[in-house]
């Protein structure tokens, strides 16, 4: 059974330039959970989709936005890139909504530079 | 205050000692807590969950929680250098809410 499928799984952007992270989830999973990760603030929750619904949502600026599709793969995007948007983002997913066990499954991460 | 904290470590023990990582969480209408643990270079993974005060064991490891303190540790006995990892504590609000983690404590086991 295929893992959570992060993509680009490196990326190299300027300050004000826009990305977008693709995530495919595990098959049969319909909840996508994105995170950010530094070494300062550790993981930090950005949203939640289930059923191509935004469920749960962080604090995070407008500039970060996310949607699912309808066979469950998630992208995430994040416009007018700052220095601070550095920073490994890890999606995972879950069976149901928030996985209710809290069993997330993560992939590997997309490593995002910003210059 | 954070939603939720952890002890901030480093923690180091030697091989076969007990470590004992701690959290605290502050929305008192939680239901559902989980270690994670994250080695270098990879990503998160589930160790333990418990959802009822009181311990829970499995295998090395117990969970421990204390709802009226809001409290949350994960014990690991007869440590081995392969537990050395990050330790993260997961929080899972009311009502389905979002899943928070802490800052993870680093924990070394050496031999």
């Known amino acids: 059974k295929a893992g959570v499928t992060q993509t680009p799984r490196y990326l190299i952007k300027t300050r004000g330039q826009q990305v977008t992270l693709s995530c495919s989830p595990i098959s049969g999973h319909r909840s996508v959970s994105w995170y950010q990760q530094t070494p300062g603030q550790g993981l930090q929750f950005l949203f939640e989709?289930?059923?191509?619904?935004?469920?749960n949502k962080g604090n995070f600026p407008g500039r970060f936005s996310g949607r699912q599709f309808s066979n469950s793969r998630s992208e995430m995007n994040v416009s007018t890139l700052e220095l601070g948007d550095s920073a490994l983002y890890l999606c995972?997913?879950?069976?149901?909504?928030?996985?209710?066990?809290?069993?997330?499954?993560f992939g590997e991460g997309s490593r995002l530079t910003v210059l | 205050q954070k939603e939720v904290e952890q002890n901030s470590g480093p923690l180091s023990v030697p091989e076969g000692a007990i470590a004992s990582l701690n959290c605290t969480y502050s929305?008192?209408?939680?239901?559902?807590f989980f270690w994670y643990r994250q080695y270098s270079g990879k990503s998160p993974e589930l160790i333990m969950s418990?959802?009822?005060?009181g311990d829970k064991e499995d295998g090395r490891f117990t969970a421990q929680l204390n709802k009226a303190s809001q409290y949350v540790s994960l014990l690991i006995r007869d440590s081995q250098p392969s537990d050395s990892a990050t330790y993260l504590c997961?929080?899972?609000?009311?009502?389905?809410?979002?899943?928070?983690f802490g800052q993870g404590t680093i924990l070394t086991v050496h031999p």
């Open positions: 929305d008192r209408g939680s239901q559902s």
């Open positions: 989709y289930f059923s191509e619904t935004q469920r």
């Open positions: 995972a997913s879950s069976l149901g909504l928030a996985g209710g066990t809290g069993e997330l499954f």
């Open positions: 418990i959802y009822s005060n």
């Open positions: 997961a929080v899972r609000g009311t009502s389905y809410g979002k899943l928070t």
